[in-house]
T-cell receptor
Framework: DTGVSQDPRHKITKRGQNVTFRCDPI?????LYWYRQTLGQGPEFLTY????????KSRLLSDRFSAERPKGSFSTLEIQRTEQGDSAMYLC?????????????FGPGTRLTVT | AQKVTQAQTEISVVEKEDVTLDCVYE???????LFWYKQPPSGELVFLIR??????QNEISGRYSWNFQKSTSSFNFTITASQVVDSAVYFC???????????FGAGTRLAVHP
């Protein structure tokens, strides 16, 4: 039983470049979430998928950010024209749908540094 | 508005001391869920506990215990006989029923020294 995995674990990029992160949720989980965590803060919600449908996006998700979950399994988060303010840990989480469990299981995160 | 406040930014204790991490939340919803997560230096958030708003019974799991009080909108977490391996950042989180996201506090960094 594997947990949530994320790739890459670290990414250093120059300002203006595009980056893409991948998340593989726990296999039986239908729900997938992306969060961003900056130093000294708690994670902040970015977006949520139920299967392949993106059902909610935070105002934090500017038009430079796009997320997909094409077959309802893995998800990608792309940031275009990166800015220094995008430097953060990007966390992916998954949870089963149905019932009232609501707990989310997190991956190890992708740490992005924009230079 | 939904909000979680963890007023303690950092706590430092010596091994075997008991320590309580405070969490105060705000929500207008009558049905909601509260969580605690642990984030060790490796960075991965580890789920510790979930509580729903209808269940105020305190819970104990080994050295961990949680005190949920709706009257004060608090969900505090106590570690008994702390150990060095407990050193981490601990987050309290809230999600109202039907929400699809966790609302986190800023976290409390716990350092347990030998």
């Amino acid at each position: 039983d594997t947990g949530v995995s994320q790739d890459p674990r670290h990414k250093i990029t120059k300002r203006g470049q595009n980056v893409t992160f991948r998340c593989d949720p726990i296999s039986e989980h239908n729900r997938l979430y992306w969060y961003r965590q900056t130093l000294g803060q708690g994670p902040e919600f970015l977006t949520y998928f139920q299967n392949e449908a993106q059902l909610e996006k935070s105002r934090l998700l500017s038009d430079r950010f796009s997320a997909e979950r094409p077959k309802g399994s893995f998800s990608t988060l792309e940031i275009q024209r990166t800015e220094q303010g995008d430097s953060a840990m990007y966390l992916c989480a998954s949870s089963p749908s149905g019932g009232d469990s609501y707990e989310q299981y997190f991956g190890p995160g992708t740490r992005l540094t924009v230079t | 508005a939904q909000k979680v406040t963890q007023a303690q930014t950092e706590i430092s204790v010596v091994e075997k001391e008991d320590v309580t991490l405070d969490c105060v939340y705000e929500t207008r919803d009558t049905t909601y869920y509260l969580f605690w997560y642990k984030q060790p230096p490796s960075g991965e958030l580890v789920f510790l506990i979930r509580r729903n708003s209808f269940d105020e019974q305190n819970e104990i799991s080994g050295r961990y215990s949680w005190n949920f009080q709706k009257s004060t909108s608090s969900f505090n977490f106590t570690i008994t006989a702390s150990q060095v391996v407990d050193s981490a950042v601990y987050f309290c989180a809230l999600t109202p029923y039907g929400y699809n996201k966790l609302i986190f506090g800023a976290g409390t960094r716990l350092a347990v020294h030998p």
